[in-house]
C-alpha cells in the first residue's frame, strides 16, 4: 500500500468517525428532544380541567331544573349559561366551557345553545332524554341517550348552585341583571353579535 493510500484509508477512517459521533450525538439529541415532549405533554395534560360542551351543560342545567321543579326557558336558559361561566372563573375552575358567549339584544347568548333550544319558544323546555347528536366524520346523525356523567361532578355541583341561586328570577329579571353588567355593555353593538370574552366576566365578577 502506498503512502497517498495510507493517507487516503487514515481520511476515510477520521471522516467515517466524524459522521459516527455526529449521527450518535444528533441521535442522542432527538432521544432526549422526544422524552421532553413527552413530559411536556403529560404534565400539560395533567394541568388541564376537563371542558365541557354547552351543550351538555344546557342538558344538564334543563334537567336539573325540572327535578327541582324550577323549569327554564330558552331565555333563562342562556342567562344561567353566561352565570354558570362566571362562577367557574371566579372558584379559579378555568371556563366551564369553551364555547363563545356573545352579547345580543337580549343578554348574552351561547349560540349553539341557543339555536338547539328555540323551538321551544319562550316556554319552559321540557326533560331530556335523548337527542340528536351529528357525527362530522362519519356525516351522519344519530339519537343519543342523555347522561350528566358527561359532566364531572364537581362540575355538576357548581352548575347546580348556580341554577339554585336564580331559581327565583324570571328571564326578563336576569335579561335586565345582565344589561347592567360590564361584560354586555362593553360587548354589546347592536346587530354586531360581538363576543362577551372571558377575561371581562372573570374582571367584572372579580370585583363584585
Not at 449521527?23 to 380541567?49: Q, W
Not at 319558544?121 to 335523548?130: C, E, F, K, L, Q
Request: hydrophobic fraction near 35%.
Amino acid at each position: 500500500m502506498t503512502l497517498s493510500n495510507i493517507c487516503s484509508t487514515m481520511e476515510m477512517d477520521i471522516f467515517h468517525k466524524i459522521n459516527k459521533d455526529a449521527y450518535e450525538r444528533r441521535l442522542h439529541f432527538l432521544i432526549l428532544s422526544g422524552i421532553i415532549t413527552l413530559m411536556k405533554r403529560i404534565l400539560a395534560k395533567k394541568g388541564r380541567r376537563h371542558m365541557n360542551r354547552v351543550l351538555d351543560v344546557a342538558r344538564y342545567v334543563v334537567n336539573y331544573s325540572n327535578q327541582q321543579n324550577y323549569g327554564v326557558s330558552n331565555l333563562k336558559l342562556q342567562k344561567l349559561l353566561y352565570l354558570a361561566q362566571a362562577y367557574f372563573l371566579l372558584n379559579n375552575r378555568g371556563r366551564c366551557f369553551s364555547e363563545r358567549i356573545e352579547a345580543w339584544d337580549f343578554g348574552p347568548v351561547v349560540p349553539e345553545a341557543y339555536h338547539e333550544f328555540k323551538r321551544f319558544g319562550s316556554g319552559n323546555i321540557p326533560t331530556i332524554d335523548r337527542y340528536w347528536e351529528a357525527d362530522t366524520a362519519q356525516a351522519r346523525v344519530y339519537q343519543k341517550e342523555y347522561r350528566e356523567e358527561a359532566i364531572p361532578p364537581e362540575d355538576r355541583k357548581l352548575i347546580s348552585e348556580v341554577v339554585d341561586n336564580f331559581k327565583d328570577y324570571s328571564a326578563t329579571a336576569l335579561v335586565k341583571l345582565t344589561h347592567n353588567q360590564t361584560p354586555w355593555c362593553d360587548a354589546y353593538v347592536p346587530g354586531l353579535n360581538r363576543e362577551i370574552e372571558p377575561d371581562s366576566i372573570q374582571r367584572y365578577f372579580s370585583h363584585e
